[in-house]
């Protein structure tokens, strides 16, 4: 019975040990969109005058991300009502030809991979949905930081990342070639964690 009761105690004495020196798996943590810092934008060629840039205000989503796997997800609701030309124009985007809102209000985007470099996201691979339809792009990253947010004293990540489409893949190619029919996607992206 002494022996058993030792190695009853010399078992449980090693396991706790192992589980003290063994670091605990880090597990994914999900971030809410900031919609005062998050702002897709969209620039194309106006006849080959200018790079016209424009953006949308409102925009919604979850980021969840496991450092330590390597591993995330993304998932974004633009409001496409939200557009804003930084002129008269925001009501011919918002038109048939172009964003069709009164139909599509909203554009999404749902990552299906996360491409990790080092420490750091480097793609998010998904589905763009853009009135009514739905394609794969590639987002690249540009820039990326997670860190404390040192206003809200929460963990926060942020990003810079972009993709470049075809209007005419998304029957959104009204004027084309004048108007150019490849558009670049720019998201600058803030969100905290929940």
Not at 94 to 121: I, R, W
Not at 168 to 181: G, Q, T
């Amino acid at each position: 019975m002494k022996k058993l009761t030792t190695l009853s105690a010399a078992l449980t004495l090693a396991a706790t040990t192992i589980a003290t020196t063994v670091p605990a798996l880090a597990a994914p943590e999900t971030y809410v969109l900031d919609g005062a810092h998050t702002f897709p934008r969209f620039s194309y060629s106006h006849f080959g005058y200018s790079t016209q840039l424009s953006r949308f205000n409102k925009t919604t989503g979850k980021i969840i991300l496991d450092q330590a796997a390597k591993t995330g997800e993304v998932d974004v609701v633009i409001d496409a009502k939200s557009v804003d030309t930084g002129s008269i124009l925001d009501e011919h985007i918002q038109g048939e030809d172009f964003l069709d809102t009164a139909k599509y209000p909203t554009a999404t985007f749902k990552s299906t991979k996360v491409v990790f470099k080092g420490d750091q996201p480097a793609t998010v691979e998904g589905n763009l949905t853009l009135k009514g339809v739905t394609k794969p792009v590639t987002l690249t990253v540009t820039s990326f930081q997670a860190m404390p947010n040192p206003i809200l004293k929460k963990d926060a990540i942020g990003a810079n990342a972009y993709t470049v489409v075809k209007r005419s893949e998304f029957n959104a190619d009204k004027y084309a070639p004048y108007v150019s029919d490849e558009v670049r996607i720019d998201i600058a992206v803030e969100a905290i964690k929940e």
